[in-house]
C-alpha cells in the first residue's frame, strides 16, 4: 500500500473528512482492521487565513510547499492539500516535490465527468468561485461551471469563515445554502459542487434539490484508490 500525505489544517475540521474517508476505503477493500498508511501536516489554520485575505499568496505557496517536502522526506508517495481554496498553490507544490499531487479539482472533475453532467452549480469561497485557478481546472474536464449571484456569493462566502472553519453548522445557513441550489436547479444545473471542503459538514443530499458533489470526499477517495492500486 501507498503511504499518503495529507496537507490538512485548511481547516482541520475538513481534514477530519479525509482521514475518515480514507481509511474506510481501505477497509472496505481490504477488510478486518486495514487502514491506510498516512502522514498528516497539519498547518495552524488562522496563519493561513491571515495571508490569503492579505493576499500574500506567496507567503501560502511557501508554507504549503516547505510542508509538502517535509511530507515527502517521511516517505509520502502522494501529496493531496486537503482544500478548495488552497489548492491555487497546487502547482507550486507540484513543481517543488517529485511525487505526484492529486488535485481536488480533478478528482471532482472526474466523478462530474463520469456521471456525465453537462452544466454544474459550484459554491465555495470568494477565491473559488470568483478566480480562475480553480474554475479554468474544473472546465477542463468539458462541462459548465456557474456559480451564484454577487449577494449570494457573498452569503456563501461569509458562512464558511464566521462559521464553518469554526465548527458552528447553523440551520439557517443550511436552508440559505439550500435555496442557492434551488436556484442553480432552476437554471438548468444538473450538480452541485460543494467546494468548500467545510460545505459538506453542513449539506448533504438531503438538503439538496440535485445531486451533491461532495469534493473532500471525492477527493480523499481518489487518494485512496492511489494508495491501493496494483
Known sequence: MRTIGLIGGLSWE??????????????????????ANSL???VDYTTVEDLIFADR???????????????????AELLLICSNTFSRVSDDLAGAVSVPVLHIADAVGAEIRARGMRKVGLLGTHFTMEQPFYRDRLAAHGFDVVVPRREQRELVHRVIFDELVRGVLSESSRDAYARIIDDF???GAEGVILGCTEIE???GEKDSAIPVLPSARLHAEAAAAFALAD
Open 14 to 35: 475538513s481534514t477530519v473528512i479525509y482521514y475518515q474517508i480514507i481509511n474506510q476505503r481501505v477497509r472496505e477493500r481490504l477488510g478486518g482492521s486495514h487502514s
Open 40 to 42: 498528516i501536516w497539519s
Open 57 to 75: 499568496w506567496d507567503e501560502v505557496s511557501r508554507l504549503l510547499t516547505g510542508a509538502g517536502g517535509k511530507l515527502e522526506d517521511l516517505g
Open 185 to 187: 436547479a432552476d437554471d
Open 201 to 203: 459538514l453542513l449539506i
